[in-house]
């Protein structure tokens, strides 16, 4: 139970401090700061309740809305941050803020979709359920060992 905690925590904090870094510059609306840390608050209860599969499945189920959300805002924002943003008149601390919380958004939205899947293993270990693996992730079970005997 402890590695799923500590991965719980994990998950929290690269989050926060992505979406922290996301919002340096002020291309993306007010919205998504808000949605991410409200998520985040629900990964906190999440921690703090360790035995409640329901406080787990909720983080889980905001977080892949998280995932389109982004998709959605990225797609709306960022081309009109870019017409006013990439132009020559415009100073390189500007265009150089702008691109880091460009980057550091999308690489949380490339990241969502593998702590959806860590999430969804702690969820099933907080329920009860064991998923052998093909492979060992340390800490949700798995023997590494496709292949069965029939012994």
């Avoid at 799923?4 to 510059?25: E, N």
């Avoid at 949605?35 to 409640?52: A, R, T």
Wanted: hydrophobic residues 45%; contains cysteine; aromatic residues 14%.
């Amino acid at each position: 139970m402890e590695s799923s905690k500590l991965l719980l925590k994990i998950t929290v904090i690269i989050h926060f401090i992505l979406t922290v870094w996301a919002t340096t510059s002020s291309f993306l609306p007010d919205s998504y700061i808000y949605m991410n840390l409200f998520v985040l608050l629900i990964g906190i209860f999440s921690i703090v309740h360790n035995e409640s599969s329901e406080a787990v499945f909720m983080f889980l189920v905001l977080h892949c809305f998280t995932i389109v959300q982004d998709m959605i805002f990225l797609g709306i924002y960022q081309p009109i941050a870019d017409e006013t943003v990439e132009v020559p008149r415009q100073r390189d601390s500007v265009k150089n803020r702008y691109r880091f919380s460009l980057g550091m958004c999308i690489t949380n939205l490339i990241i969502k979709p593998v702590t959806a899947f860590f999430l969804y293993k702690v969820w099933q270990e907080r329920q009860g359920n064991t998923v052998n693996l093909p492979f060992n992730i340390p800490g949700f079970g798995g023997d590494g060992n496709p292949i069965q005997t029939l012994s």
